[in-house]
């Protein structure tokens, strides 16, 4: 799901912090949602730590490496999301995922976010972010769900126990 999408579905939101380091794509983002509110464009990619990295580039796909055509910024969303509230991260960094949930250990700790995690970049993730998660933190029930007839657009949702339906 795209933010708009989001935003469509969930018209209540209170705030979107939209990450993007690749340049065009950025300012595509800036001037798609610069109507909408409480959003927070970043202009950076989602790690493990803070740092600076590059990314190779092309229309299709974007892989952050040690060299390539543009030099960017990383963050760990624990430096960046402070707020206890109602989270759900959605995350299709391709196969970047495994380090971004790295940077946010202590927002899965303590605020039991939502999280929609893309696993379909490398094999070893079907069992490697589950794994992860649940180590953090254990308040999770997992679900899968595979959105195309190929390999691609596979997500792991993690929801707290408090959040399932099932549990009222």
Not at 37 to 60: E, F, H, M, P, W
Request: aromatic share 10%; proline share 4%.
């Amino acid at each position: 799901m795209t933010t708009l999408g989001f935003i469509k579905r969930c018209p209540s939101y209170k705030k979107v912090y939209f990450f993007e380091p690749e340049s065009d794509n950025y300012r595509l983002a800036k001037v798609n949602l610069a109507d909408k509110r409480n959003i927070q464009l970043i202009n950076k990619g989602c790690s493990l730590k803070n740092d600076t990295a590059y990314l190779v580039a092309d229309k299709d796909i974007s892989v952050v490496s040690s060299e390539g055509d543009q030099r960017i910024e990383l963050v760990a969303l624990d430096s960046v999301i402070l707020e206890d509230e109602n989270i759900l991260i959605k995350m299709d960094i391709e196969g970047a995922e495994y380090e971004a949930i790295l940077g946010c250990m202590n927002i899965i700790k303590k605020c039991n976010p939502t999280l929609a995690v893309s696993v379909y970049h490398s094999v070893s993730d079907f069992w490697r972010i589950p794994f992860l998660v649940l180590s953090i933190n254990p308040n999770y029930k997992l679900f899968v769900r595979h959105y195309t007839e190929t390999v691609y657009e596979t997500v792991m949702y993690f929801v707290p126990n408090e959040k399932l339906l099932l549990n009222s």
